[in-house]
């Protein structure tokens, strides 16, 4: 980065120096002036005025409960009054709330404006650096960060404290984000070995398979893996489409939800890092309009070097027991100790009279020829197996249990195409999982008997869906076996 350059943005978060933009009320100002419109309004507006409007006013009109301020206003006072934590909190959120509004304006080709409040978003990171040394508090890694990150890299600006590793639990995506916009910023080369150790926590959450393909997209972009520049934006182009046809709980800067308006801030930000220059979409500066082919004036050539990887080792632990009983008898000695979240004894005993419904149900679904889970079944309501690390539990398959066996298989059968020589061994009742369920599932495969994390992506297709199976990843060699790792989990959540 050039003197000049930095000694521009020194300028513009110093607390003397005049602002390079209109100040926040400013652009509140001047954007309110060509749509004020009263609340029962904004239903007639476009989308994209719906959007600013919602954005502009959330961050910087005066409130009432703020007496009067705005947002940004309302964390100097939170400071003054010592509400750090609260304040702290809300100057994070600002970042993203910045970020956002850049984005929107990006995307309309504002580039002026997405300029400011790109700045913006460093302006409020800075805040919240210095007011965590002014109160001495740490500073915290907050989702938002990659936000202030992306911002440096494509205004090219150096900003120290974002050049530090984030404090970010590998198997979500707060993680992922960070790294890759760590590796546009900084200098360092890819570590494949935690980028899979990543990856591999990340499947064993069970979270969606496409959302990892979407970040392995921009590791191999950014490593030079694609034959060509036209391939690379090949494959860009179809992963922008196929947000459009997804819609899981996400953020506005994700993408699914609004997608022609919204610019794929990573992917600006790995084109500035390998050299890229031109016209797309989704580059900075030079952006163009929904579907407009990529003007290359600069072919890329500063990939990141990938380190070599040592060789696994042979005998690496999976954290499964593959003896049917050995895994039994773990399970045995467990479930009896267990305790629920008050730390009161849980029995998971089956009764008597309910013994004898078991073999009947697991014959109605095919689950057939397998002695040791049929006895598993019968001795344990499934149900009540914990495993404290998941949001979901086992099905069990007697009538009264709350997740039966036969109902969610019958569920992902009939209404999301699972195919029906797969049969559901986990259920929730979330109403996000059954009525949209995301990302790997467990089933058994009446095929070989053993348990798989398929994806929905996959499951139509029990060949696609187990191809890539790992033990301890996402493939179990037997049920007995899946519920000692099932039980395992949960003495793991105990300490």
Known sequence: MSARRSTEYMGLIAPVAPLAYPSPMGLF??????????????????????????KHTFLEAPHEAYDGSNFLQLVEKQLREGQTDQAIWNISNQVRDCFELANLYWGQGDVARAEAYLRQTLERHERLVDACGEYGLPRPSYPGIECAKCAACLLGVQVDSLMRDEAFEHCY????????????????DFDPVVWQAAADAWTRKRHPKYRLDEFSFYVKALTGGFESTGAMFAAHEKLVAGRAKR????????????????????????LDRIGW????????????????????TRQPDRYLRVLAASAPAVDAPTGIIEDVQEARRYIDRHVAEQTDYDGEPLAADRSARERGKVASELKA??????????????????????????????????????????DWTRLFVDEFGLHPDFIAIAGSEEPTDYLDPQGGWYVWWKKDGRIYSVQRDDWGDPGVATADARPGLNLWPSYT???????????????
């Not at 002036?33 to 005025?49: C, F, G, L, N, V």
């Not at 819609?247 to 790995?270: K, M, Q, R, T, W």
């Open 29 to 54: 100002d001047i954007f309110r002036r060509k749509t004020r419109s009263p609340h029962d309004e904004r239903a007639q507006m476009s989308r994209i005025d719906y959007l600013l409007d919602m």
């Open 173 to 188: 995506e707060p993680w992922f984000k960070d790294a890759l916009l760590s590796y546009c910023l900084g200098t360092q």
């Open 247 to 270: 819609n899981p709980a996400s953020g506005l800067l994700d993408g699914y939800d609004d997608n022609e308006l919204i610019i794929d801030y990573i992917f600006a930000a790995v």
């Open 277 to 296: 220059q031109g016209t797309y979409r989704h580059s900075w500066p030079h952006t163009d309009v929904v579907g407009s082919v990529p003007q290359t």
């Open 365 to 406: 679904l095919g689950w057939t020829g397998d002695e040791a889970s049929l006895d598993l079944m019968q001795r344990y309501r499934m149900d009540l197996i914990l495993n404290d690390r998941t949001a979901i539990c086992l099905c069990d398959p007697v009538n009264r249990s709350s997740v039966k066996l036969s």
């Open 481 to 495: 076996s899946f519920v000692a790792w099932w039980v395992s989990e949960h003495v793991r959540s105990k300490g």
